[in-house]
Structures are given as C-alpha cells and as structure tokens.
C-alpha cells in the first residue's frame, strides 16, 4: 500500500500544478478541484495517476471537473 504521506504530497504537488496552470491561487484551485470530486479521486485513484504526468492529470482533472459541472 502507499502511505499517507505520499498520497497527501501527490495531490498537494497536483493542485500546485492545477493552480499554476489556470492561473488562479492554490486554494481557488483546492475550492475549484474539491467542488467537484477531483479532490477523492486523486485520493481513489493514486496509484495510477502518480505515475502519469502532472500536465496529463492537470487536464484530466480538468476534463473530470467539466463532466460534473465545472466551467474552466
């Protein structure tokens, strides 16, 4: 299994990502993420997502947010 802290420096590294590249502050950018379920499903799915790229789960995430009624 992977520890806690590994899960919580992943997703904390991928709001940064997610952040920097909408241009918008890391905790609009938690607020944003954690409306709309992006949040658990890094929690959910981090054993596959942590060996992709944060550019490819930056537009994952985002693609996940759009389906759920996010609008960047």
């Known amino acids: 299994m992977f520890s806690v802290k590994d899960i919580a420096e992943y997703i904390v590294a991928l709001i940064a ?3 920097s590249h ?3 502050t890391e905790a609009e950018a938690y607020r944003y993420l954690s409306s709309y379920g992006a949040i658990k499903v890094a929690h959910d799915f981090y054993d596959v997502m942590h060996t992709q790229s944060f550019d490819d789960m930056v537009q994952s995430m985002a693609s996940y947010c759009r389906r759920n009624g996010g609008s960047l």
Request: hydrophobic share 65%; charged share 0%.
């Open 17 to 19: 990502a997610f952040a």
């Open 22 to 24: 909408y241009q918008m």
